[in-house]
Nanobody
Framework: QVQLVESGGGSVQAGGSMRLSCVVS????????MAWFRQAPGKEREAVAT????????TYADSVKGRFTISKDNDKNTLYLQMNGLKPEDTAMYHC???????????????????????WGKGTLVTISS
């Protein structure tokens, strides 16, 4: 069993920055990929950033490319999402998610949106005011 707990959400003005964290606990001795998803009110959930099991291969949704950075600290068992240049349209509930397995560096946004994730966190709310 794996548990994911997000933190770091809140309210900031447009143009500001925020860093989300996701602590991973439980059985994680097999390789796994991770992703950050978001869901805004009335919209479908979408993947915004992915990181493969090699901990270096990352991809981003076009809407956040150049502004968001996903990273992982294995010593702390923590996944991060650094968000800069925030916009009101970034307002959403943000979730981290984990999928067992590795994709040789080809884990990406399309796969994260299309494949099922094995574990989800409960989410942290991000609100950006104009």
């Amino acid at each position: 069993q794996v548990q994911l707990v997000e933190s770091g959400g809140g309210s900031v003005q447009a143009g500001g920055s925020m860093r989300l964290s996701c602590v991973v606990s439980g059985y994680t001795y097999s390789s796994y990929c991770m992703a950050w998803f978001r869901q805004a009110p009335g919209k479908e959930r979408e993947a915004v950033a992915t990181i493969d099991s090699d901990d270096t291969s990352t991809t981003y949704a076009d809407s956040v490319k150049g502004r968001f950075t996903i990273s992982k600290d294995n010593d702390k068992n923590t996944l991060y999402l650094q968000m800069n240049g925030l916009k009101p349209e970034d307002t959403a509930m943000y979730h981290c998610a984990l999928r067992w397995g590795g994709y040789g560096g080809s884990w990406n946004i399309d796969r994260a949106n299309g494949y099922g994730m094995d574990y989800w966190g409960k989410g942290t709310l991000v609100t950006i005011s104009s």
